[in-house]
Protein backbone atom coordinates (compact mmCIF):
# COMPACT_ATOMS: atom_id res chain seq x y z
CA UNK A 1 0.00 0.00 0.00
CA UNK A 2 2.37 2.36 0.60
CA UNK A 3 4.31 1.94 -2.52
CA UNK A 4 0.93 2.38 -4.58
CA UNK A 5 0.74 5.67 -1.71
CA UNK A 6 4.23 7.16 -3.08
CA UNK A 7 3.66 6.10 -6.81
CA UNK A 8 0.18 8.36 -6.81
CA UNK A 9 2.47 10.76 -5.30
CA UNK A 10 4.93 11.00 -7.42
CA UNK A 11 2.82 11.15 -10.46
CA UNK A 12 0.99 14.23 -8.92
CA UNK A 13 4.50 15.98 -8.50
CA UNK A 14 5.53 14.98 -12.07
CA UNK A 15 2.35 15.89 -13.85
CA UNK A 16 0.94 18.33 -11.88
CA UNK A 17 -2.50 16.41 -12.20
CA UNK A 18 -4.07 14.83 -8.70
CA UNK A 19 -6.54 13.29 -10.70
CA UNK A 20 -9.33 14.91 -8.51
CA UNK A 21 -8.86 17.82 -10.56
CA UNK A 22 -11.29 19.35 -13.04
CA UNK A 23 -11.34 17.91 -16.48
CA UNK A 24 -9.55 20.09 -19.78
CA UNK A 25 -11.42 22.47 -20.90
CA UNK A 26 -13.16 21.32 -24.48
CA UNK A 27 -13.86 23.49 -27.12
CA UNK A 28 -17.68 23.27 -26.82
CA UNK A 29 -18.93 23.66 -30.76
CA UNK A 30 -17.86 21.97 -33.42
CA UNK A 31 -15.22 23.32 -35.61
CA UNK A 32 -17.17 22.65 -39.16
CA UNK A 33 -14.13 22.44 -41.68
CA UNK A 34 -14.12 25.36 -44.53
CA UNK A 35 -15.19 24.96 -48.02
CA UNK A 36 -14.42 25.76 -51.18
CA UNK A 37 -13.58 25.65 -55.02
CA UNK A 38 -10.83 26.22 -57.16
CA UNK A 39 -12.20 28.35 -60.36
CA UNK A 40 -8.76 28.79 -62.26
CA UNK A 41 -6.89 26.66 -63.81
CA UNK A 42 -10.10 25.01 -64.92
CA UNK A 43 -9.47 20.96 -64.20
CA UNK A 44 -7.29 18.88 -66.89
CA UNK A 45 -6.53 22.45 -68.82
CA UNK A 46 -2.74 22.90 -70.17
CA UNK A 47 -1.05 25.70 -68.14
CA UNK A 48 1.88 27.69 -68.96
CA UNK A 49 5.34 27.49 -66.48
CA UNK A 50 3.36 30.94 -64.64
CA UNK A 51 0.03 30.80 -64.23
CA UNK A 52 -2.87 31.71 -61.73
CA UNK A 53 -4.79 30.20 -59.57
CA UNK A 54 -8.11 31.40 -57.50
CA UNK A 55 -10.75 30.33 -56.22
CA UNK A 56 -13.44 30.82 -53.13
CA UNK A 57 -13.58 29.42 -49.67
CA UNK A 58 -15.93 30.22 -46.53
CA UNK A 59 -16.19 29.67 -42.94
CA UNK A 60 -18.20 30.08 -40.10
CA UNK A 61 -14.96 31.82 -38.34
CA UNK A 62 -13.63 33.31 -41.68
CA UNK A 63 -10.17 32.23 -43.17
CA UNK A 64 -6.94 33.57 -42.27
CA UNK A 65 -5.08 32.20 -45.54
CA UNK A 66 -4.55 29.44 -48.17
CA UNK A 67 -1.68 27.19 -48.66
CA UNK A 68 -1.21 26.15 -52.29
CA UNK A 69 0.12 22.98 -53.24
CA UNK A 70 1.62 21.82 -56.38
CA UNK A 71 2.44 18.24 -55.69
CA UNK A 72 2.50 18.15 -51.97
CA UNK A 73 4.69 20.84 -52.57
CA UNK A 74 3.85 24.28 -50.93
CA UNK A 75 4.58 26.63 -53.26
CA UNK A 76 2.16 29.58 -51.91
CA UNK A 77 0.24 31.12 -49.05
CA UNK A 78 -2.05 33.75 -49.78
CA UNK A 79 -4.88 35.70 -48.00
CA UNK A 80 -8.42 35.60 -48.72
CA UNK A 81 -9.19 39.28 -49.73
CA UNK A 82 -11.20 39.13 -53.04
CA UNK A 83 -15.13 40.11 -52.46
CA UNK A 84 -16.95 37.64 -53.87
CA UNK A 85 -20.80 38.28 -54.09
CA UNK A 86 -21.71 35.44 -55.85
CA UNK A 87 -20.77 33.07 -52.72
CA UNK A 88 -22.37 35.44 -50.27
CA UNK A 89 -25.37 34.30 -52.67
CA UNK A 90 -24.90 30.80 -53.00
CA UNK A 91 -24.13 29.85 -49.24
CA UNK A 92 -26.61 32.55 -47.48
CA UNK A 93 -26.49 30.38 -44.09
CA UNK A 94 -22.27 29.13 -44.20
CA UNK A 95 -20.60 32.40 -45.63
CA UNK A 96 -20.02 35.48 -43.73
CA UNK A 97 -22.27 37.97 -46.07
CA UNK A 98 -20.00 41.15 -47.01
CA UNK A 99 -16.50 39.80 -46.24
CA UNK A 100 -14.20 38.93 -48.72
CA UNK A 101 -14.27 34.94 -49.82
CA UNK A 102 -11.71 35.04 -52.61
CA UNK A 103 -8.09 34.07 -52.80
CA UNK A 104 -5.69 34.48 -55.77
CA UNK A 105 -1.80 33.44 -56.38
CA UNK A 106 0.40 33.46 -59.20
CA UNK A 107 2.59 30.44 -59.62
CA UNK A 108 5.84 29.47 -60.69
CA UNK A 109 6.13 26.31 -61.16
CA UNK A 110 9.51 26.37 -62.59
CA UNK A 111 11.16 23.71 -64.34
CA UNK A 112 8.10 21.32 -63.74
CA UNK A 113 6.63 19.58 -66.55
CA UNK A 114 3.89 17.31 -67.43
CA UNK A 115 0.87 16.51 -65.28
CA UNK A 116 0.59 18.18 -61.81
CA UNK A 117 -2.14 17.96 -58.74
CA UNK A 118 -3.37 21.14 -57.30
CA UNK A 119 -4.44 21.20 -53.57
CA UNK A 120 -5.54 24.25 -51.82
CA UNK A 121 -5.55 24.23 -47.55
CA UNK A 122 -7.67 26.44 -45.21
CA UNK A 123 -6.69 28.27 -42.19
CA UNK A 124 -9.43 29.31 -40.47
CA UNK A 125 -9.80 32.20 -37.44
CA UNK A 126 -9.87 29.27 -35.15
CA UNK A 127 -5.93 27.83 -36.08
CA UNK A 128 -8.18 24.85 -38.17
CA UNK A 129 -7.00 23.67 -41.02
CA UNK A 130 -8.90 22.22 -43.83
CA UNK A 131 -7.95 20.77 -47.41
CA UNK A 132 -10.68 21.98 -49.44
CA UNK A 133 -10.20 21.44 -53.04
CA UNK A 134 -7.56 19.39 -55.78
CA UNK A 135 -7.34 19.61 -59.31
CA UNK A 136 -5.49 18.50 -62.06
CA UNK A 137 -3.22 20.41 -64.62
CA UNK A 138 -1.10 20.00 -67.28
CA UNK A 139 1.92 22.24 -67.29
CA UNK A 140 3.77 22.88 -70.90
CA UNK A 141 7.18 24.99 -70.86
Not at 62 to 87: C, N, Q
Not at 124 to 133: E, K, N, P
Request: with cysteine.
Amino acid sequence: MKLRAAAAALLVVLTGCSGGDAKPKRQREANRPSMGFIDMPVAQSTVGPIFTVSGWVIDESLVDKVRIYLDDELVATVGVEIMRPDVDQAFPNRAQQGKPHGYLAIIDAGTRAGYCTIRTEAIDGRGGMTQFATTSVKIEP
